[in-house]
């Protein structure tokens, strides 16, 4: 099994920063994707931002410019660098990864952000 533990989430005021890092442990096997998700109250989930383990990031275009993901592969840990927070990026934060042969999903168990004045 994968476990995957995420923290850094809390509460910041609009235009702090925060940074997320999400630790992955277990039967760890090629990972291929890590990345990051978040889901607001009456909203699905969506993507955040994703790295590839090509070195390909994609992001969400609500947070281009303003977030940072970034990986240390000798560490199974993945970072989520937030800066210019704004109360629209309020939500739980999900750790993901795509691992082994059928790329199989596992995900966090969620980090809190609130940003609020």
């Known amino acids: 099994q994968v476990q995957l533990v995420e923290s850094g989430g809390g509460l910041v005021q609009p235009g702090g920063s925060l940074r997320l890092s999400c630790v992955a442990s277990g039967n760890i096997v090629s990972i291929y994707a890590m990345g990051w998700y978040r889901q607001a109250p009456g909203n699905e989930r969506e993507l955040v931002a994703r790295a590839i383990n090509d070195g390909t990031t994609h992001y969400a275009d609500s947070v281009k410019g303003r977030f940072t993901i970034s990986r240390d592969n000798r560490k199974n840990t993945v970072y989520l660098q937030m800066n210019s927070l704004k109360p629209e990026d309020t939500a739980v934060y999900y750790c993901?990864?795509?691992?082994?042969?059928?790329?199989?999903?596992?995900w966090g168990q969620g980090t809190q952000v609130t940003v609020s004045s």
């Open positions: 993901n990864i795509d691992q082994g042969f059928h790329y199989t999903s596992f």
